[in-house]
């Protein structure tokens, strides 16, 4: 095979979306999975997009949303509960329930269509790397299929998800500016999900739930997603470092027993899967190639919610390649673009709602219960802590606040604290550096002023 311009390893959301992005642009792009084509796009997830990064990726590439059959339900509502399913506050959350196997397999005919080549069944071991003007380059890969491959190209994008094969795989040199080879404990989250049909109808339509407990204190949640009639998406979730928890299937099977006994539901799907589950490291390139999707962590630190983001900084990703294919140019400095695009947008979002996330878990359930029924927070203000939207609040509503905290002091502090370094965060994130020059200074100063140690 002639060596294409582009090798996206991995092709899940994030994979077709860049392969199209940048096939439709005129350039040979090959997509290499390991898993057989008629199972690309298949994955254990919750199955919940959310409807605002649809849109981005409508308006970048016109991919169209999830329809017909790709869609199981169609989510209007996302819940937050403590303790009790029924004690929780509920926000608007428009998106979709897909499957994603149905979803996956259209954006992989998708991006077949605008030329790009599959490789399927072949698992992606190694790079080939080499060394220009004394800079590493990365220039290709190696990858078994019935035997040892290598292929060539320009670029290499690492779409593999939580398996970051490239990025576990790069020359320590290219492994700079907060990019990190390997995720500490407290960084990744192992799930066990299953996908249940129920002798009867359930009451969650349109519906996803997050609950969060003392059995699986924050950061680890249980979630009921509604997957149309009498189906549900189940599952429950925690840091890896929260070993004292036990084993997770256990203490999933325990939960499921306060809403339905064994005997009420059929298994329809089970399985686990890892989730990275940290902010986007502060660089995702290097010299000949990129991080994408769950490999380059772009899943929400609270919510786990990582397709849409996938989807999105995927497209991005492809336009800041073409650049750089037009200009001929495979450097880290050229690819730096897409940097500042991602920390802007998620790196700023995704380092608020970590903030938030530090928060729940000093205060606890118990804690966040209390937030809840004293009605500190509005609905508003939650969207911020699970789905990063803006928040602005008037003097009424801080004194407001202030007398119904009066008799917590230390959590008015907690909370003050934490409001101030969310608003500061604004305006780091809008001073990330437009070259890698100022980096490590920018990264010194969020930090420190945010209280952190990426
Ligand atoms: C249990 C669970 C529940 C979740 N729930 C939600 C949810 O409700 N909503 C949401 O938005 N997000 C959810 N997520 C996260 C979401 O699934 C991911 O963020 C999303 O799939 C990331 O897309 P991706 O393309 O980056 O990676 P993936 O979808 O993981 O795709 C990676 C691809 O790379 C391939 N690959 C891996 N290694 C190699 C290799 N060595 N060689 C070749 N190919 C390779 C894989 O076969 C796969 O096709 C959940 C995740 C889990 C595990």
Redesign the pocket.
């Given at each position: 095979m002639n060596p294409p311009d582009v090798i996206i390893?991995?092709?899940?959301?994030?994979?077709?979306i860049c392969a199209t992005t940048i096939a439709k642009q005129g350039y040979s792009v090959v997509i290499?999975?390991?898993?057989s084509h008629d199972?690309?796009?298949?994955?254990?997830?919750?199955?919940?997009?959310?409807k605002a990064?649809l849109q981005r990726v409508f308006d970048g590439i016109a991919t169209e949303f999830p329809n017909g059959d790709e869609v199981t339900d169609i989510i209007t509502k996302m819940s937050v509960a403590v303790h009790e399913i029924d004690n929780k506050i509920t926000l608007d959350a428009p998106g979709f329930?897909v499957d994603?196997l149905i979803y996956?397999q259209r954006l992989l005919k998708e991006a077949e269509e605008a030329g790009v080549r599959v490789i399927d069944s072949?698992?992606?071991?190694q790079l080939i790397i080499e060394e220009i003007d004394g800079e590493k380059y990365v220039s290709g890969v190696k990858?078994l299929k019935k035997g040892e491959h290598s292929l060539s190209a320009k670029f290499v994008i690492d779409?593999?998800?939580?398996?970051?094969?490239v990025r576990k795989s790069l020359p320590d040199e290219l492994v700079k500016h907060g990019m990190k080879k390997e995720l500490s404990e407290d960084e990744q989250?192992p799930?066990?999900?299953e996908i249940i049909e129920l002798k009867e109808d359930h009451r969650f339509a349109n519906e996803?739930i997050l609950k969060y407990d003392n059995d699986f204190p924050p950061p680890g949640y249980f979630?009921i997603?509604s997957k149309g009639k009498q189906r549900l998406?189940v599952?429950i979730?925690w840091a890896k470092s929260q070993k004292e928890l036990g084993p997770m299937r256990n203490a999933y099977l325990k939960e499921m027993e306060k809403y339905y006994p064994r005997d009420s539901y059929t298994v329809l799907k089970q399985?686990?899967?890892?989730?990275p589950f940290r902010v986007p490291f502060d660089n995702l390139v290097f010299n000949g190639g990129a991080l994408?999707?769950?490999?380059?962590c772009?899943?929400?630190p609270v919510?786990?919610?990582?397709?849409?983001?996938?989807?999105d900084t995927?497209w991005r990703l492809g336009n800041v390649i073409v650049k750089a294919l037009k200009a001929d140019n495979r450097s880290m400095h050229q690819l730096w673009e897409y940097n500042v695009e991602i920390s802007r947008h998620y790196g700023r979002k995704h380092t608020e709602s970590e903030i938030l996330r530090r928060m729940i878990e000093d205060i606890g359930t118990d804690g966040l219960n209390f937030l809840f029924n004293a009605h500190i927070f509005k609905e508003e203000e939650l969207n911020l802590i699970f789905s990063g939207d803006e928040i602005v609040l008037s003097k009424l509503d801080i004194v407001k606040r202030i007398i119904r905290l009066m008799r917590k002091p230390r959590l008015l502090l907690k909370i003050k604290k934490i409001m101030g370094m969310i608003d500061q965060s604004k305006d780091i994130f809008a001073n990330y550096p437009k070259t890698s020059d100022g980096i490590e200074d920018w990264r010194t100063l969020r930090n420190n002023k945010l209280n952190m140690n990426y």
């Open positions: 390893v991995g092709g899940g959301p994030s994979g077709v290499i999975d390991r898993k199972k690309i796009g298949d994955k254990t997830c919750g199955d919940a997009v959310d990064a329930l994603r996956g072949a698992n992606v071991k990858y779409a593999s998800g939580a398996y970051a094969v989250w799930s066990y999900r996803i979630w997603f998406n599952g979730g399985g686990g899967g890892q989730i994408v999707g769950d490999a380059a772009m899943v929400h919510t786990a919610e990582g397709h849409g983001p996938a989807l995927a």
